[in-house]
Structure formats: C-alpha cells, structure tokens
C-alpha cells in the first residue's frame, strides 16, 4: 500500500494498493484470477492449460509463465493469423510473445473471423482433436474461479478504511471479486479500457451487488490509445511516486480519479483506495509503437 497523491484542502487521500507487487511474473489481477484455476485445472488431472489473448495480453504472459512454475503445459490462440507468418521476426519485435514462448507455451496464431468463434463448442472441440484434452481458461481468465480469486485483493482493514474502491477493467472479473467482497458502506468505481457501457452487464453476471459505477473509456480513443497529456502524467507521476503505471488499464485509472477530484466529484474527507493491477510487462512494446509514431514515450521502461 503506498501513498499515490493527496489534496489537503478537501481532505481526500488516494491510496495505490501495488497488486503488481505480488510476483515478478504473474503480476497483479492475473496471479488472482489464474490461482483457483489452475488449481482446479490440478486438483482434475489436467496436465495442459489452453487460453485466448491478443498480441499483448497481460493475462498471455502470466498464464504462460505461471504454468511454467507449476510444470504444466500451455497454449495460446492468439488474435492475428499474420503473427506466425514469420513467427522470429514476431518475437523479436513482441515482447509479450517473446515471453510467453519462452515459459513454454505453444502460441497458436488464428484469424480475426476465427477467434470471435473461441468461446463456441466448436472451436474447443478442434482445439482439443488438435491438442489433446486441455483445460480451457477463457480470455482475460474471468470465470466464477477468476472471481473467487479476485474477491481476496481487499483486506478486512480496507473494507473498513476506504469509502471508494476504484479498479480498472477489460473483462470486469477482477471488478466484480471486488464488489463481492464490499462492505456496505463502500462504492466501487469501475473504469473500463473499453468504450462503450456493454461491460456492466459482463459484471452484473458475476455479481447481484449494485454498489458500483462504471466509467467507459471516453477520454483517450478506446482500448490501448492514449495521448501525450496521458503519457507525460505517467512520467510525472513516476518521478514523484517512483510507481510505474500501465497505460492501458491503471494509469488511465488514475489520470481520472484525480480529474475528478479536481471537478468535486468526490466530498471532503473521502479516503480512496485504487487497485494496482500490474500489466506492467507491456510497457517495452507499447513504447515501441508510440516510437514508430514519434510520438513522447513513458520514461520508466528500464524501471520495469
């Protein structure tokens, strides 16, 4: 728990809970999510692991490299056919990849028409006749075993302290452990990395709980877009906090709370409590789009 920034004048404290913390390669909401599933995946004699994610997912990386720890095979289907056409030049270009293949797991590169069928029984039924029998963990790993594992982020101490709970969201899994384990007293700002208010409903299947508010991305042009008024709050922050934020899903958590700070959202003497969600292995390829770009880069690669 750390300190992230405070306003004296209204009395507001907003504290980074640094889930990212948690282990060097299965990091943040992901180590969450994967632990009741591959314990699931163990406790039935399963030996191999079978996940979705596009190029740069978080939950790709930690669900190769956790598999990796515990001894068990894994693959990934990933989003893009033309990623495999040269798969070398793909990993020497894409760090995530890189990563994932070398914990081991076999990456399976599939068109964009083929992947919107993942969750099909279809799909699984092929994969299985081409695999073996696997154990499937959707994309984003958000199932009833995601959210069982993401309602322990909050101690007893925090549920008690803190009348806002704010947490980034591209599934809503990890949202919705949270406001299952709210107490009454306490609200949970959700702020999507998608556009749109399509995601509440995607929480609502996890959850009977009303205490939260979902705030789609509308600020930065959708799901991992950002801006140099984004990018240089993230370096500011840094040399301030020395806390490295991702710019896809936390770091643009933050850049808002305080905008509404700033606006009144918020009453005086409120204490917020912000979930770090990791996603930080992301930064070394997101850097090298915004260069391809001559765009301004987040100055804390090295950092990571």
């Known amino acids: 728990m750390q300190l992230f920034a405070s306003f004296p004048e209204q009395q507001i404290t907003i504290d980074l809970k640094r889930e990212d913390l948690l282990h060097p390669t299965v990091s943040g909401n992901k180590l969450r ?10 406790n039935h004699g399963f030996d191999q692991i079978i996940t979705y994610g596009g190029a740069y997912s978080n939950h790709i990386a930690a ?43 076999t990456l399976v590169f599939v068109t964009r028409e083929e992947y919107k069928q993942k969750d099909s029984a279809l799909f699984e039924e092929q994969m299985k006749a081409r ?23 909050l101690t007893s101490r925090e549920k008690q302290h803190y009348q806002y709970i704010c947490v980034a969201a591209g599934t809503g899994g990890s949202a919705a452990g949270i406001i299952n384990s709210t107490t009454d007293h306490q609200h949970v700002l959700v702020f999507s ?33 950002s801006t140099d008024s984004l990018i240089d709050y993230l370096n500011v922050r840094f040399r301030e906090s020395e806390i490295p934020l991702d710019p896809i899903y ?55």
């Open 33 to 42: 999510k994967l632990k009741y599933n591959l314990q699931d995946a163990i």
């Open 63 to 105: 669900t190769a490299a956790a598999c990796h720890i515990l001894g068990i095979k894994s693959i990934g289907v990933i989003r893009g056919e033309e990623l495999g056409v040269d798969l070398e030049k793909t990993l020497a270009q894409n760090e995530t990849l890189r990563t994932a293949a070398s914990n081991g797991m």
């Open 250 to 304: 936390t770091g643009k958590m933050m850049y808002r709370i305080e905008q509404m700070v700033a606006s009144g959202f918020f009453s005086d003497k409120t204490r917020i409590l912000a979930i770090h969600t990791g996603g930080l292995q992301g930064i070394p390829g997101f850097n090298r789009r915004l260069r391809k770009k001559a765009r301004l880069q987040l100055q804390y690669e090295d950092y990571i």
């Open 193 to 225: 990395a998608l556009q749109g208010d399509f995601l509440k409903k995607e929480i609502e299947k996890y959850t009977d709980n009303k205490n939260f508010t979902l705030f789609p991305e509308d600020a930065f042009g959708g799901y991992a877009k």
């Open 131 to 153: 695999y073996g029998t696997s154990y499937f963990i959707p994309e984003g790993g958000t199932n009833d075993l995601a959210v069982k594992g993401t309602a322990e982020i």
